[in-house]
């Protein structure tokens, strides 16, 4: 969404950004008696900025907690993407669709097993699980946290995952899909950006998914690299590492990822600017990602990596 906002001298131009609300200015021009033109200008303000604030930060559940956080001070700053070099990327859900991928297995099993259940219910039921397996083993590798999560995942359903089954979603992260846009978004990116991949993946279920993308990364960082997996630091400590091997300042780098949960609460922990390519954003709920649970934030936001990628292309442009 783009608007420009215009109250007095102030001028505001958002575009997407979680952090850049309009802030309003302490002269504002009100008509002398106070106008109902100007009384609906300061309504339609207001509501714009309870808006932008609100949708980023999803899920409101009071009109307490709303009026709590638009009282907050706001930076109002909205980052420019000709200014970075380098492009840090979570790869599933992002670029490949994990969720796609992952309910081609529950869907089959659940179906067998006498659960009637839609792919959303049981990607909701499968999501912390993931997350746990991953804490509670960060040194597995991926393909053993998946059927460990499939295996939990059953055991909450009241359903027994049998050996053959955990080992089928385990071994199918290759099979899952790339999103149709991701090969010519990054294609394009690779022409002013380097491209680093950093992901919760071991290294054969990347390079199956590295074969559907069909790019050259500048730089991969896997879970079975730095044995943990987001939201843990480690990647994003490895990244430093990856930024001096590829000699791009650490302020040149822009993180871009879907997971809230997994990617922009780190990232805010970790002080770098990201971008959130809200894959969902046709969806209600959260899938097969957990809701965020630490603070989190993103400068700009896309639907899809061919806008996120038009815009990168426009500003290198300008």
């Known amino acids: 969404m783009l608007c420009t906002i215009l109250i007095g001298d102030l001028s505001t131009r958002r575009s997407g950004s979680a952090n850049a609300s309009p802030k309003l200015g302490s002269n504002p021009r009100w008509g002398a008696v106070g106008s109902s033109h100007d009384s609906a200008l300061a309504e339609t303000i207001n509501g714009l900025y309870k808006t932008e604030l609100i949708r980023p930060r999803k899920p409101w559940r009071t009109i307490e907690e709303v009026e709590l956080a638009t009282a907050e001070p706001k930076e109002g700053i909205m980052i420019n993407l000709a200014e970075y070099d380098a492009l840090s990327f979570d790869c ?10 992952i309910a081609g297995v ?7 097993v006498g659960l009637d259940l839609t792919d959303e219910e049981l990607l909701l039921a499968y999501a912390e699980n993931e997350a746990q397996a991953e804490r509670d083993t960060p040194e597995a590798l991926y393909s053993a946290i998946l059927a460990e ?13 049998s050996p053959e089954w955990a ?21 394009s990116l690779a022409k002013d950006y380097k491209l680093i991949i950093l992901s919760n993946v071991h290294h054969e279920g990347f390079a199956g998914s590295n074969a559907r993308l069909g790019v050259q990364f500048d730089k991969i960082i896997t879970a079975q ?7 843990a630091p480690n990647h994003f400590e490895a990244l430093d590492g990856a930024l001096k091997e590829l000699a791009v300042p650490r302020e040149r780098l822009l993180h ?36 965020p649970s630490g603070e989190y934030s993103y400068d700009l936001e896309y639907p899809t990596m061919e806008a996120f990628a038009a815009a990168a292309r426009k500003a290198k442009a300008e």
Request: aromatic residues 10%.
């Open 225 to 231: 690299d730095v044995k943990a997996y987001k939201p």
């Open 149 to 161: 999560a499939f295996r939990r995942t059953g055991d909450k359903l009241g359903k027994t995952v």
């Open 256 to 291: 871009v990822a879907q997971s809230l949960f997994h990617d922009h609460v780190p990232a805010k922990r970790h002080g770098l600017p990201s971008v959130w390519i809200d894959r969902r954003h046709d969806r209600p709920g959260w899938g097969a990602t957990p809701e």
């Open 167 to 187: 080992e089928k979603l385990g071994g199918s992260v290759p099979d899952w899909p790339a999103f149709p846009d991701s090969h010519d978004a990054l294609a």
């Open 106 to 112: 529950l869907a089959p099993w659940a179906k067998e």
């Open 92 to 101: 599933y859900g992002t670029l490949i669709d994990w969720e796609a991928g």
